[in-house]
């Protein structure tokens, strides 16, 4: 079992940044991967980011790449989505999930965490 929570949201400019966190707790949280998913009002959620249990390898949707960085410090059981030029079409809740397994940008995570609001303003 393990528990997901993110932080970090909040209103931003164009053009600024925003580094979300993702507190994973559980006996392994090394052996997790993590990905982020968005949701914006009237929108499915989609993917953003993923990183494997050991940092080695990362996904990252075609809309993010190059503005978003994920990284994992398993000594505080963390991972980080940091977003750099975020734009207006980045405004969702950011969700953090965990899996055992690899996953990538597939929903099949196992542990959600309750959402954290991004507001980009133009």
């Known amino acids: 079992q393990a528990q997901v929570v993110e932080s970090g949201g909040g209103l931003v400019q164009a053009g600024g940044s925003l580094r979300l966190s993702c507190a994973v707790s559980?006996?392994?949280?090394?052996?997790?991967?993590v990905g982020w998913f968005r949701q914006a009002p009237g929108k499915e959620r989609e993917f953003v980011a993923a990183?494997?249990?050991?940092?080695?390898?990362?996904e990252y949707a075609d809309s993010v790449k190059g503005r978003f960085t994920i990284s994992r410090e398993s000594a505080k059981n963390t991972v980080f989505l940091l977003m750099n030029s975020l734009k207006p079409d980045d405004t969702a809740v950011y969700y953090c999930?965990?899996?055992?397994?690899?996953?990538?940008?597939?929903?099949?995570?196992?542990?959600w965490g309750q959402g954290t609001q991004v507001t980009v303003s133009s």
């Open positions: 999930a965990a899996n055992r397994k690899w996953a990538g940008s597939q929903q099949q995570y196992d542990y």
């Open positions: 990183i494997s249990w050991s940092g080695g390898s990362t």
């Open positions: 559980g006996r392994t949280f090394s052996r997790y991967a």
